[in-house]
């Protein structure tokens, strides 16, 4: 999603500059197109309306909080508005349902509750968020949890993915766009002496030269900029999913739900009679030895512990509604790439132990390491780099926008 949106952030930034040069940009895919986390993440597309905001203020001041939940409403509200524009809404399975965070236990709900009256004290208008007793939740929704329900949407991220590329694609007579899947890059180097661009990149089918990278390689990136390996950087991190069918169509209406241990969401239904689909996503608190499936990067198989807890989670949640025992149709892992504050790397790739990685490295760009909730920020972290970018090449001066967090940026990081 992220290299995705960056090229429709520079295919824009060309096609509004009508003085302005053409440009080149090639997308290059290790594996499939959208084969990464975006292709096999649940589809939540939900904002925050006031998650994290009292670490977020403790540690980064009240502006930057606001701007952590600003720069989620921005993404969603802008990516609604391209699909409508492009008449795309249904086309990505757009369901803007809501989303409802259960509380399992009284603390969960005193902590959020906390974050909420911070988050509505610093100013933040909390229009259609409404606090549901255990009793409302029963009624609602069949489950027997105290629960608070946020505007929230979910979507199919790979048509969302695609429909931005051909956004991109067809922007302007002056923006060329190529896509090369099955060609990781191996290698950045500076290119040989004489060549009109400043960097060489390495594939099995051959190097590309330009003068402008962009790391949109989330849980990958220490591959090509090894510091990021480790704590201190990019974690792979394992998620697991499956597809469930509830035990009535319409069983959990059309909202989202997420709670501290899982995510889940229906499907459109296809039919009136149908059962339910069910997409659910969580219980890394399962792997053995292995908090959090850390450090894990195979995405070709699955975790039978992880998938043990997330077979029985349903059931246990929503008596009588599913099954005990029924098999997922379908389930599959993915890698998402965490930070130790959970905030990605966006901007000009520093490495923080080289006083000269801004200069040694000038033309690299990254914006990574979403911690597992990109959906609500990759468009707006691949704007602010595609307009870096795009100030750089055309000899201006790039401003942060109200809704970036400051403390994203890796230039502040350092
Ligand atoms: C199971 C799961 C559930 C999730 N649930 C949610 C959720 O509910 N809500 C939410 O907001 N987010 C969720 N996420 C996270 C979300 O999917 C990611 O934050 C987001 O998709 C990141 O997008 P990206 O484009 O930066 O990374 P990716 O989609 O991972 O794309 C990076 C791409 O770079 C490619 N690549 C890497 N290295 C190279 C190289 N050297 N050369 C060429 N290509 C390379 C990879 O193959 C990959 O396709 C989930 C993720 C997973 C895996």
Request: charged share 20%; with cysteine.
């Amino acid at each position: 999603m992220t290299g995705v949106s960056a090229a429709y952030h520079l295919a824009q930034a060309v096609a509004s500059d009508a003085a302005g040069a053409s440009m080149s940009a090639v997308v290059l895919e290790a594996r499939d197109f959208c084969s990464g986390a975006t292709g096999r993440n649940g589809g939540h597309f939900t904002p925050h309306a006031y998650g994290e905001f009292r670490s977020q203020e403790q540690t980064y001041g009240t502006d930057e909080a606001l701007r952590h939940i600003a720069i989620e409403q921005y993404t969603v509200s802008e990516v609604f508005k391209i699909l409508k524009e492009a008449g795309k809404v249904e086309h990505v399975d757009f369901v803007p349902g809501g989303r409802v965070i259960l509380f399992f236990t009284a603390q969960e709900y005193d902590e959020a509750r906390k974050d909420y009256e911070a988050a509505a004290q610093a100013g933040i208008v909390m229009n259609g968020v409404e606090w549901l007793s255990k009793a409302q939740v029963e009624e609602r929704y069949g489950t027997s949890h105290p629960a608070v329900l946020i505007p929230g949407n979910n979507l199919w991220p790979l048509k969302l993915a695609s429909v931005l590329y051909n956004l991109a694609e067809g922007a302007s007579d002056r923006f060329s766009l190529e896509l090369h899947t099955r060609t990781p890059v191996t290698r950045v180097a500076p290119s040989p002496v004489g060549s009109a661009r400043r960097w060489e990149l390495t594939t099995p089918r051959g190097a590309v030269a330009c003068s402008y990278v962009l790391h949109a390689t989330n849980a990958y990136a220490g591959h090509l900029l090894p510091w990021l390996h480790g704590p201190d950087g990019i974690v792979p991190t394992r998620g697991q999913v499956i597809t469930t069918r509830a035990a009535a169509p319409f069983a959990l209406g059309r909202a989202g739900f997420v709670s501290d241990t899982g995510y889940w969401f229906p499907r459109p239904n296809k039919t009136a009679t149908e059962r339910q689909l069910v997409l659910l996503g969580g219980g890394r608190k399962a792997g053995p030895g292995k908090e959090f499936e850390s450090n894990v990067v195979d995405d070709s198989v699955l975790n039978p512990e992880v998938g043990k807890v997330l077979r029985e989670f349903l059931p246990a949640v929503y008596p009588g509604k599913f099954e005990e025992g029924t098999e997922p149709e379908m389930e599959w892992t993915g890698i998402m790439g965490f930070t130790k504050n959970k905030d990605p790397f966006v901007g000009p790739v520093v490495d923080p132990n080289d006083p000269d990685s801004l200069v040694k490295y000038k033309g690299q760009y990254i914006a990574a390491g979403y911690s597992g909730h990109g959906m609500p920020r990759t468009f707006a972290c691949a704007e602010a780099v595609a307009k870096m970018i795009y100030a750089d090449m055309t000899g201006g001066k790039w401003a942060a926008p109200e809704w970036m967090p400051l403390h994203y940026l890796t230039t502040t990081k350092v």
